[in-house]
């Protein structure tokens, strides 16, 4: 998530021990993995936002900073927020703030979150294949 000025918005949540991560979650039944992050923002955040592309992905298994042992597929999308409104979602995260990159990589990230910075900051991208058929009768 990235506003005009090139800032990186981060989100602190007490389900991952409050250390700096991106505003996300769970991909609802049917529903494209670039229309949950925008979702999710919006829940989140209150931002609107517009998917610019994928820019990392992975597989956590057994997160020492998430709350509970389990095993998470992620997806990190590049998003442009088109409107400036913050509203955090206190019952999801207790902090959100703008930051510079490199301000950013100076902070307590979740895993993989300074990969994901270190990818927007050089322009890279991440493929997705990605298959929603129709419903079976």
Same mark, same amino acid.
């Given at each position: 998530?990235?506003?005009?000025?090139?800032? =990186? *918005? *981060?989100?602190?949540? +007490?389900? &991952?021990?409050?250390? &700096? *991560?991106?505003?996300?979650?769970?991909? /609802?039944?049917?529903?494209?993995?670039? !229309?949950?992050? =925008?979702?999710?923002?919006?829940?989140?955040?209150?931002? !609107?936002?517009? =998917?610019?592309?994928?820019?990392?992905?992975?597989?956590?298994?057994?997160?020492? !900073?998430?709350?509970?042992? #389990?095993?998470? =597929? %992620? %997806?990190?999308?590049?998003?442009?927020?088109?409107?400036?409104? #913050?509203?955090? /979602?206190?019952?999801?995260?207790?902090?959100?703030? &703008? %930051?510079? +990159?490199?301000?950013?990589?100076? *902070?307590?990230?979740?895993?993989?979150?300074?990969? #994901?910075?270190?990818?927007?900051?050089?322009?890279? !991208?991440?493929?997705? /294949?990605?298959?929603?058929? +129709? +419903?079976?009768?």
């Amino acid at each position: 998530m990235v506003n005009s000025e090139g800032k =990186v *918005l *981060l989100i602190r949540s +007490p389900k &991952w021990n409050n250390t &700096w *991560l991106i505003p996300g979650g769970h991909v /609802d039944y049917r529903e494209s993995l670039a !229309d949950a992050a =925008v979702r999710e923002v919006k829940e989140e955040t209150g931002l !609107d936002t517009k =998917v610019i592309r994928c820019i990392n992905m992975g597989n956590l298994v057994d997160d020492p !900073d998430f709350h509970r042992a #389990t095993q998470l =597929v %992620f %997806f990190h999308f590049l998003c442009e927020a088109t409107n400036s409104d #913050t509203q955090a /979602d206190l019952t999801e995260i207790t902090e959100l703030a &703008w %930051f510079t +990159p490199e301000e950013a990589l100076q *902070l307590n990230l979740g895993t993989r979150i300074s990969h #994901t910075i270190e990818n927007y900051i050089n322009n890279t !991208d991440t493929k997705i /294949d990605e298959y929603i058929f +129709p +419903p079976r009768n």
